[in-house]
């Protein structure tokens, strides 16, 4: 760019975002010396006192308004829901394929988490009890 005109290179910086004033506009002020790239010292430095704050919105915050327990960071996990006849039927087929893996279960049924699906196991386990000492 050495042999260009100041018009030509003015025209070609500006079409690159570089101003030819140090620290003019909001980008790095930079110019074409010889064939070297000079930046501007004083365009890299930001005033962040120079901003309009007049659309900012002060926001008081104390103990009362912000309201944060150990409660607020924790998963929180969905109810399991009723299962129903289908879901069940599916539970004992994959019961029966797994054995008590209950995490590879978990993975075949959408919505439903590994607590979820021994919850269920422990229900059925229970009722199948309490159904055979009915009995006997």
Not at 50 to 76: G, H, I, P, W, Y
Request: hydrophobic residues 35%; negative net charge; proline residues 2%.
């Amino acid at each position: 760019m050495p042999n260009e005109s100041g018009e030509t290179r003015g025209a070609a910086m500006a079409q690159l975002g570089a101003s030819m004033e140090s620290g003019a506009g909001q980008g790095v002020g930079y110019d074409v010396v010889d064939g070297q790239i000079v930046v501007h010292a004083a365009s890299l430095i930001v005033n962040r006192h120079n901003q309009d704050m007049s659309n900012l919105e002060e926001v008081e915050e104390n103990d009362f308004t912000n309201l944060v327990n150990s409660s607020s960071f924790a998963k929180r996990v969905q109810a399991p829901g009723n299962w129903t006849d289908e879901e069940t039927e599916k539970f004992y087929r994959l019961l029966g394929q797994f054995g008590t893996d209950f995490e590879t279960i978990s993975c075949l049924f959408p919505g439903k988490n590994r607590r979820a699906i021994k919850l269920k196991f422990n229900k059925e386990v229970s009722r199948i009890l309490t159904t055979a000492s009915y009995f006997s």
